[in-house]
């Protein structure tokens, strides 16, 4: 069974540009995540989805950043402009739900390490 | 908020000899999940082991076992038998088991292993 599909694996772009990226979970997952991870820290949470809907966004920046995913299997996350100190790596998560008390794993992509000059 | 502590930056251990990583956390709740995460150069975050808060008995996995210390707030990973595929960063988190599924990381620890 396929995992977490992540791509591109590498970004370098300038400042000012936009940048995407993708992610494509594990079959029948209905919850995906995208994470933050800065240079010597842990993952922080970016946006939650459970199917369609974006359930837990307060930790992105809506001011560059945004997500969607429409269909509720693949998702784009996207800044507009980049800055300086986006450059860090993105990973993107899935697990079968993320809500109701259960545990569920949650399985990582291997994440698009951003670089901005 | 839950604050998850690792304090030891980096650690090194011989091959086929054991280290253990620290992780401390922080939480008023009773019921939680503990976990310790693998990442290697690849950068995919891999689960090594799970504590759920309420069992007593520590998780083991393999060549991988915890130091679940409920009171302390101290939740310890012993590695055995070292590999030098066991090199990586090794995260800890800590997940609420009603008011948030996100887990909250620590900083990390860096395992080097010694041929």
């Known amino acids: 069974e396929a995992g977490v599909v992540q791509s591109p694996r590498y970004k370098i772009i300038e400042k000012k540009q936009p940048v995407a990226f993708w992610c494509n979970p594990i079959s029948g997952h209905n919850t995906l995540y995208w994470y933050l991870q800065n240079l010597g820290q842990g993952p922080e949470l970016l946006i939650r989805y459970e199917n369609e809907e974006a359930v837990d966004d307060s930790q992105l920046p809506k001011d560059r950043f945004s997500a969607e995913r429409l269909k509720g299997v693949d998702s784009t996350l996207k800044i507009q402009p980049a800055e300086l100190g986006d450059s860090a790596v993105y990973l993107c998560?899935?697990?079968?739900?993320?809500?109701?008390?259960?545990?569920?794993?949650?399985?990582f992509g291997p994440g698009t390490r951003l670089t901005v000059l | 908020a839950q604050t998850v502590t690792q304090s030891q930056p980096e650690m090194s251990v011989q091959e086929a000899e054991t280290v253990t990583l620290s992780c401390t956390y922080d939480t008023s709740e009773s019921d939680y999940y503990l976990f310790w995460y693998k990442q290697p150069p690849s950068r995919q975050m891999i689960l090594v082991i799970r504590?759920?808060?309420?069992?007593?008995q520590n998780a083991t996995e393999n060549r991988f076992s915890v130091n679940f210390q409920k009171a302390a707030k101290s939740f310890s990973l012993k590695i055995s038998d070292s590999q030098l595929g066991d090199a990586a960063m090794y995260f800890c988190?800590?997940?609420?088991?009603?008011?948030?599924?996100?887990?909250?990381f620590g900083r990390g620890t860096s395992l080097i292993v010694h041929p």
């Open positions: 504590q759920e808060a309420y069992k007593q």
């Open positions: 988190a800590y997940r609420s088991d009603w008011r948030s599924y996100i887990p909250t």
């Open positions: 998560a899935s697990s079968l739900s993320g809500s109701g008390g259960h545990y569920n794993e949650q399985f």
